[in-house]
């Protein structure tokens, strides 16, 4: 027996929901895009704090620093997973995503306003890396607390499509910082942007923080969550997700293609182009602002084909299109290297990656115990941005330097793309079929 595709519907089911149901999907994700907004302005920006909070001698070891800490806050978020994600299962969607807001924005506002190594020496990097790691405890169940809730607001037929507005309004995040980002390069020297200029968009994040929380404030609590008359102390998720280890391993895996392509075309591209390809940072920019877009408008559409023909089918393709594509298109890009190419790149990856998310986030939604559904997926989701997504940059940057070839980035790609493809063929096995209803059963 295999586990069952709920996400298959008639042909009939597939069509967009109702326009009174689109608020609260509008509410929810709004505070997504704090998220995402500040993990990119970090990830864009990375040179110039490098430069201001990890001066060194070695141009690449400051960077390095600089990465890692973009990186440090995924390996919270494991962490956030399990804590935050208990609190949200016990105590409800609701009141959980208005707590993540809220460390999101502890850390958005303490890395802001930290002031830079030359002032204040060695205390500035420790309150950096303190930010980060307060951002990826939230954000380590931020993206679950939200995909539940969609999943559980959603109308019958429709999850695929609800869902993916949760990467959706990321996408938003990306198009804001990277047109930010263009304004700024326009009208600043490169001094000035490395001096100051990178804090303005950190600064425009904390000023839209007020609004957030008065969207995500009116939110009401999920039907399903309100149909259980009991719901599991932080004892019992913990022994649910323990005894569902091997479920969670594989949500682990099955996240990798997600994390790494994600972080590959917009926290890394900048990065890329300038460092790597020598390409005008506004080039850079350009082609981030148009990937996000390019997300944008794919995501809703693949999880509505999702909707369609189901989840694993999607899988499988975009798994096996990524595996026999990311090497060559990158060799293909760094072979001579231009704006043109970059885009293709990008927005082929762009592709792959909204067609992957569409099925990908609300799949592994429905595979988890829905007792302990938002626990289940942040930790799985978590783990696989913290040991390969978030460090992406880094290790991108690592692998071109001790390897001397521009395009391995591609391999990583690739890597993650297999364990995308081993992960959809053994979560179809009535083994793991059996796991994911233990906690129904138990209880």
Known sequence: MEVPDSSAKPVSSVQPPRVRTLWPVVRVASGNFLEMYDFQVFGYYAAAIARNFFPSGNEFASLMLSLATFGAGF????????????????????????????????????IACTPSYASIGLLAPILVVAGRLVQGLSAGVELGGVSVYLFEVATPGHQGFYVSWQAASQQVAVMFAAALGLGLTGRLTNDQMTRWGWRVPLLVGCMIIPLLFLLRRSL?????????????????????????????????????????????????????????????????????????????????IMGAVSDRIGRRPLLVAVSVLALLTAYPALLWLVNAASFSRLMAVELWFSFLFASYNGAMIVFLTEIMP?????????????????????????????????????????????????????????????????????????S
């Open 370 to 442: 829905a007792d302990v559904r938002t626990a289940g997926f942040s930790l799985a989701h978590s783990g696989a941005t913290a040991i390969f997504g978030g460090f992406t940059p880094a290790i991108s940057t690592y692998l071109i330097h001790a390897t001397g070839n521009r395009a391995i980035p591609g391999l990583w790609l690739s890597f993650a793309a297999a364990c995308g493809l081993i992960a959809t063929a053994l979560l179809s096995s009535s083994r793991v079929a059996r796991r994911s209803a233990t906690y129904e059963r138990a």
């Open 220 to 300: 009401k609590e999920t039907p399903e969550f309100l149909q259980h008359k009991r719901h599991p102390s932080t004892r019992e998720i913990l022994c649910t997700l323990a005894r569902n280890w091997s479920l969670i391993m594989l949500g682990i895996l099955l996240a990798i293609m997600n994390t790494v392509c994600f972080y590959m075309i917009t926290a890394y591209t900048p990065t890329f182009g300038g460092a790597v390809l020598h390409l005008a940072e506004k080039d850079s920019m350009i082609v981030t602002l148009c990937v996000g877009v390019s997300n944008f408008f794919w995501l809703p």
């Open 75 to 110: 390996l919270m978020r494991p962490l956030g997973a399990i804590v935050l994600g208990a609190y949200i299962d016990h105590h409800g969607r609701r009141d959980g995503l208005l707590l993540t807001l809220g460390l999101m924005a502890i850390g958005t506002v303490s």
